[in-house]
């Protein structure tokens, strides 16, 4: 693979911050809170809080209202070390994403509020901003693609870290609420595929892109064979298989006593890229990711359920992969 400038283990993560609420105590469902944890959450945000929690540097780029709940989300920033400085605060009837969620399993209810949302008015202005150089990745999730101008910027992006030399690292991260159809979700979600160097995402999310839920092994093993360096197709309980260098690399999970299902594939990303950032191989890439990702799952919140380095080598240390080979 060729993505030596991870070694900086500086990143530029593209996406939205929100506020993230939560019934508590555990397993509260919403119609019976009486009151809710607060935290941030998004994707993005998740990412590059995951990133910093293992020791990296990460920055955000991104749009908040320039209100209360848009400042709660810079603060927050602030206090997990993510670099904020391209986090530009919009005046506006745009609103800051929120979300409802819940922890409990069974019955789970997630409610995510994200109409004329601030983030899809980060323009190209904004991602021309940016010194790409200062970056060893730029990391980005299907999401920013979903409304315009964040489409066009975002894809602004891809060229402008592409000419510094940066890897570019791909969530597909497929939200259907978030887009006018899934026809369209199909075509840019696939076109921003193409031109990434490392694409991650389930099964569903592959067989999308294909057309066809059953070929997304097979527009794995095509994009590797179009130019990417890896590929990342994971499928729930059966593990992930990892697409590089000529070989299909199949790695189990970590049984989680799961008290939530969101966050996971967010700190999956974090744990795996940090463990390449570190040059370690990519087997042990894929391991440590998934281990972040039962880590995750097994906590209230998002961004606050980030491990760090201590917290993924006790796990690591206590806890075995299963259906690895």
């Known amino acids: 693979m060729e993505l030596e400038s991870l070694g900086r283990k500086s990143f530029l993560v593209i996406g939205r911050v929100g506020m993230d609420l939560t019934p508590t105590p555990i397993n509260t469902r919403t119609v019976d809170a009486s009151q809710m944890m607060v935290a941030i959450g998004g994707s993005s945000a998740n990412i590059a809080v995951g990133l910093c929690r293992l020791g990296c540097k990460a920055a955000l780029l991104t749009c908040?209202?320039?209100?209360?709940?848009?400042?709660?989300?810079?603060n927050q920033l602030d206090h997990y070390g993510v670099d904020r400085r391209h986090v530009r605060a919009i005046k506006g009837e745009s609103r800051t994403s929120l979300a409802v969620y819940e922890t409990r399993i069974e019955d789970h209810q997630s409610v995510i509020y994200r109409n004329n949302a601030a983030d899809f008015q980060m323009t190209i202005a904004d991602v021309e901003a940016v010194d790409y150089a200062a970056y060893g990745a730029m990391i980005t999730t299907g999401t920013v693609f979903a409304a315009e101008p964040s489409r066009s910027a975002a894809f602004r992006a891809f060229d402008l870290a592409r000419a510094a030399g940066l890897p570019i690292v791909f969530d597909v991260d497929y939200r259907p609420y978030s887009w006018p159809s899934a026809q369209v979700a199909q075509e840019v979600l696939s076109r921003a595929a193409d031109l990434?160097?490392?694409?991650?995402?389930?099964?569903?999310?592959?067989?999308?892109?294909?057309?066809?839920?059953?070929?997304?092994?097979?527009?794995?093993?095509?994009?590797?064979?179009?130019?990417?360096?890896?590929?990342?197709?994971?499928?729930?309980?059966?593990g992930s298989i990892a697409f590089a260098d000529g070989q299909e690399i199949t790695t189990g999970i970590f049984p989680a006593d799961a008290v939530k299902p969101t966050g996971a594939g967010d700190s999956f990303m974090a744990g795996m890229m940090t463990a390449l950032a570190e040059a370690r191989g990519l087997p042990e890439a894929i391991q440590r990711g998934s281990a972040c990702a039962s880590i995750v799952v097994a906590r209230p919140g998002c961004a606050p359920a980030m491990p760090t380095t201590a917290e993924l080598e006790d796990f690591l240390a206590t806890h075995d992969c299963t259906q690895r080979h």
């Open 196 to 238: 990434s160097d490392v694409i991650v995402g389930n099964d569903e999310e592959f067989g999308f892109m294909a057309g066809d839920i059953a070929k997304g092994q097979d527009k794995a093993r095509a994009l590797i064979a179009s130019g990417a360096s890896l590929v990342v197709y994971k499928r729930g309980p059966e």
């Open 64 to 74: 908040v209202s320039d209100d209360s709940v848009g400042w709660y989300c810079l």
